[in-house]
């Protein structure tokens, strides 16, 4: 699904390495994440927090941390309602590129600068009935802090956020802010969903830091304990 009213290009202009590297990577770092993704055992858990959502809303805000990008879009791929929010810089035209490969679109902001825009993007995408999937520690952390940005775009579309957390038995670890894993061969991937989190009655900044912070710890409970019956120790 895409509209007129949607951007999903950036207006920033890139060398031409930089042109290089977004011709190349992102159909490299695709295909190799999803042929590792279909060596893996993947669980799905309670996705009805998910269809329920739709069906009485009509739209989702989904909330998982940066980390876990490359897993859902791997869970979510070739999903022709699935929207998710990448910044203008270079980074964010790799992650937008690559997301692509899944058969997903990326809107496009900026937490710095046009995050106002930004968000009526996905407010216009969530009106549109899409599924809305958002990074709540991106583009560049702290790891697993949430921002604020879900908890007002919740209460203006009235969406409620579900949490969704992925663990992985058996990855490589980048050295990036996130520590992005690639899951290794013969893994084990849990992808869990929490109960819906209902959408802030207004957006005064004690009632959306009430509601960050209610999503951030729902989404690192699910995640401790998904990780815990894989044995996975996190450093955070």
Not at 103 to 115: A, D, E, T, Y
Not at 118 to 133: P, Y
Not at 202 to 221: F, G, I, P
Request: charged residues 20%.
């Amino acid at each position: 699904m895409s509209a007129t009213e949607l951007k999903y290009t950036s207006p920033k202009r890139f060398s031409l390495w930089q042109r290089f590297q977004l011709g190349v990577l992102p159909f490299s770092i695709a295909a190799s994440f999803k042929g590792l993704a279909r060596l893996c055992e993947w669980e799905v858990r309670d996705k009805h927090y998910v269809w329920d959502t739709v069906f009485e809303r009509g739209g989702i805000l989904c909330a998982f941390w940066h980390e876990c990008l490359g897993l859902a879009a791997s869970h979510h791929q070739y999903t022709p309602t699935v929207h998710t929010l990448t910044s203008y810089s270079f980074d964010g035209e790799l992650a937008a590129r690559t997301v692509a490969r899944f058969g997903l679109k990326s809107l496009r902001g900026s937490s710095s600068r046009g995050g106002m825009e930004a968000l009526k993007q996905l407010k216009t995408a969530v009106d549109l009935g899409c599924f809305v999937g958002w990074t709540l520690d991106g583009p560049r952390g702290p790891r697993r802090k949430a921002k604020a940005g879900i908890a007002y775009l919740s209460a203006k579309t009235g969406m409620p956020i579900i949490p969704n957390a992925y663990a992985v038995s058996k990855c490589w670890r980048l050295s990036s802010w996130d520590r992005f894993p690639i899951p290794k061969p013969g893994a084990r991937i849990i992808s869990a969903f929490g109960p819906p989190i209902a959408p802030p009655p207004d957006v005064s900044s004690e009632v959306l830091e009430k509601t960050r912070l209610e999503v951030e710890t729902a989404l690192n409970a699910l995640h401790r304990a998904i990780e815990q019956e894989l044995n996975v120790v996190q450093s955070l």
